[in-house]
């Protein structure tokens, strides 16, 4: 049942560039020039063409929303407009993201280039979140290039997305002695969707081992499309080692060149312009964000915003720890001084105290007037829902236990990480493990240690806390032990992943399974006396298959029908009791509550097996 939505409201300033327009209508520019190219306006279709309120007001209409006119409450700080004569400007560093399969010596081979081990504190060598850092290369033109490290794993897909949309030039790492593995199509995908905007070049690993095919590797990744210049395309390809430094010098060079043809130039003054690579709760500085420079300047003491978080800058720092006074396009610093964490891949932008706390409060406004048309939709679909339940349960009265069962049963996570990142991958991960019988449901996320607040909120839903690579204080663990809260922690998403898939397994409906274990035929009966001058009958049974065993559930069948079901009474041989009897062995056999056995019936003895669901 579909349900009509009012339209939302969109405030608009007095002027507006297109470019402003289609962030307000939080559409993309090149959607918003369609239209209005559709209007008849292509003269005005350029990025920094400035609309009246009443032109914009018409495309606002366009797009469903209702246009109002308030400079006020319109009012945000953009990224600045592209610079005029970008010949004029002075060259910036090249931004490039290694990317590739899971352990194919991505982290290794940036270690070799920056002489720092990083792979030896990765969670069982795999990259756990993106570590960018800036290495001097003499052969560039800019003097240093910089390197965006991203995760391999499948998990991470949202965050290496987020990589290429920052990057010039994309290194895709394939082990010569494992080829093109899933993740590595996966990127090969990316790369096609960017082609156009950033350069590629394709650096086949571990050429050192002798199991080593690079021959394969290259034929391999040509069948995916990607056109090698050892074949007459136009991607370089290059032989390198992470682990002896071999061919590294070619690839700088192979990387200097390409960042030469693109001449990447940036304005090095003016308001700084940048994104969040990652952030992260950091003691004794509070909240802290990895921020990639793209163009102006970022010193101390600017004000800075990033979607709906603000900050003064305290401290930088440049992925060695030392500290940084003022960082340039293409650098990436730690920057301390936000009073609430940014979300990674949020755009940074600078400008005066008075306008950032402007902009900061348009842009919550704006956030809580969405959460509530979002919550208004659903309110109005979950009502639609339960009026149709209500119709069915009517119309359909046999179902009516089916109907209301509930739905699916559901995992309650409460989800902590290292750096909002990881958090935001994590909870990717492990959204899409369920089915319609059972599914996880994510209540709660954040960055930084696990807390009380945390343990109670889990209590509250029923869930279990899911701590990945943070602390949990001991209080914290007393506190979850006596509120019977279970707490998972691991360095590894492998492992929380198959945490939760068992969790959520065991939560599915069981089936149950019925094994015959043994049978045995009546062959005669006979009286036996028993105290005073009571009788019993004793069928006497050849064991034809499997093992008769007194523990097991017991049924007669006779003529092919099941006339009796439940447990040996006594199982003899020669008057000696027994818990067992094996096939072809000739024993006495009764039952509990029943002695109308016959010549030729059949008893069986067998276990119910319960058989766990499958997702």
């Given at each position: 049942m579909r349900t009509r939505t009012s339209p939302s409201q969109i405030y608009i300033p007095t002027t507006v560039s297109v470019g402003q327009l289609a962030r307000l209508l939080n559409v993309r520019q090149t959607l918003l020039q369609r239209k209005m190219i559709d209007a008849g306006m292509a003269?005005?279709?350029?990025?920094?063409?400035?609309?009246?309120?009443?032109?914009?007001?018409?495309?606002?209409?366009?797009?469903?929303h209702n246009a109002i006119i308030n400079d006020e409450a319109a009012f945000d700080i953009y990224p600045p407009v592209p610079h005029p004569?970008?010949?004029?400007?002075?060259?910036?560093?090249?931004?490039?993201?290694?990317?590739?399969?899971?352990?194919?010596?991505?982290?290794?081979?940036?270690?070799?280039?920056?002489?720092?081990?990083?792979?030896?504190?990765?969670?069982?060598?795999?990259?756990?979140?993106?570590?960018a850092f800036s290495v001097p290369v003499k052969e560039s033109s800019s003097g240093t290039i910089t390197f965006l490290d991203t995760p391999g794993h499948a998990a991470f897909s949202a965050m290496r997305s987020r990589g290429a949309s920052v990057t010039d030039i994309v290194v895709l790492v394939v082990a010569a002695d494992d080829g093109v593995m899933p993740q590595t199509k996966e990127v090969i995908e990316l790369i096609k969707g960017e082609q156009d905007k950033v350069g590629v070049v394709v650096a086949i690993n571990k050429v050192d081992k002798p199991e080593a095919d690079v021959e394969k590797v290259q034929h391999a990744l040509?069948?995916?499309?990607?056109?090698?210049?050892?074949?007459?395309?136009?991607?370089?390809?290059?032989?390198?080692?992470?682990?002896?430094?071999?061919?590294?010098?070619?690839?700088?060079d192979t990387l200097s060149l390409i960042a030469e043809v693109q001449d990447l130039r940036a304005e090095q003054d003016g308001p700084a312009y940048g994104h969040v690579i990652e952030s992260r709760m950091h003691k004794g500085l509070g909240s802290t964000a990895t921020v990639l420079v793209l163009r102006g300047c970022l010193t101390l003491g600017a004000h800075i915003l990033a979607g709906t978080s603000s900050g003064k800058v305290r401290l930088m720092s440049d992925s060695s720890g030392a500290p940084v006074k003022a960082a340039y396009?293409?650098?990436?610093?730690?920057?301390?001084?936000?009073?609430?964490?940014?979300?990674?891949?949020?755009?940074?932008?600078?400008?005066?105290?008075?306008?950032?706390?402007?902009?900061?409060?348009?842009?919550?406004?704006?956030?809580?007037?969405?959460?509530?048309?979002?919550d208004a939709e659903a309110i109005n679909i979950s009502r639609a829902a339960e009026r149709e339940r209500v119709r069915k349960e009517e119309d359909n009265s046999q179902d009516m236990r089916n109907v209301l069962d509930g739905g699916p049963k559901e995992l309650r996570l409460v989800i902590k990480g290292d750096v909002s990142g990881s958090v935001e991958a994590v909870v990717g991960a492990l959204e899409g493990i369920g089915?319609?019988?059972?599914?996880?449901?994510?209540?709660?996320?954040g960055v930084g240690d696990v807390m009380e607040s945390d343990v109670m909120m889990a209590k509250a839903a029923e869930g279990i806390i899911v701590a990945f690579s943070v602390n949990i204080p001991r209080s914290v663990e007393s506190a979850a032990a006596q509120n019977h809260v279970p707490v998972y922690s691991s360095k590894i998403i492998y492992r929380i992943m198959?945490?939760?898939?068992?969790?959520?397994?065991?939560?599915?409906?069981?089936?149950?399974?019925?094994?015959?274990?043994?049978?045995?035929?009546?062959?005669?009966?006979?009286?036996?006396h028993i105290k005073g001058k009571t009788t019993k009958k004793i069928a006497g049974c050849r064991v034809s298959n499997g093992t008769i065993e007194k523990s097991k559930g017991a049924r007669v069948v006779r003529d092919g029908q099941v006339i009796y079901e439940g447990f040996l009474d006594a199982l003899k041989l020669?008057?000696?009791?027994?818990?067992?009897?094996?096939?072809?062995?000739?024993?006495?056999?009764?039952?509990?509550?029943?002695e109308d056995l016959r010549d030729g019936d059949f008893i069986q003895m067998y276990q119910t097996i319960e058989i766990p669901g499958i997702l």
């Open positions: 003269a005005e279709a350029s990025y920094d063409h400035v609309l009246t309120s009443d032109y914009a007001a018409l495309l606002v209409e366009e797009f469903g004569d970008p010949t004029s400007l002075p060259t910036r560093p090249p931004i490039i993201t290694i990317m590739g399969h899971v352990d194919h010596g991505k982290t290794t081979l940036l270690d070799t280039l920056r002489s720092a081990s990083v792979a030896d504190n990765e969670a069982g060598g795999i990259t756990q979140h993106i570590g040509l069948a995916e499309g990607v056109q090698l210049e050892v074949f007459g395309g136009d991607i370089p390809c290059v032989e390198v080692s992470g682990l002896t430094g071999h061919g590294l010098n070619d690839l700088i396009p293409g650098m990436a610093v730690t920057v301390s001084g936000w009073r609430s964490l940014p979300g990674a891949g949020d755009e940074v932008v600078q400008g005066s105290e008075g306008d950032v706390k402007k902009a900061l409060a348009n842009r919550v406004r704006k956030k809580e007037v969405e959460t509530v048309l979002i089915n319609k019988k059972a599914r996880v449901k994510v209540v709660s996320t198959d945490e939760v898939r068992d969790r959520v397994t065991a939560l599915l409906p069981c089936t149950y399974e019925t094994k015959v274990t043994g049978e045995a035929t009546v062959l005669q009966l006979f009286d036996i020669h008057k000696k009791d027994m818990l067992e009897v094996k096939k072809g062995t000739e024993c006495g056999i009764s039952l509990q509550d029943y």
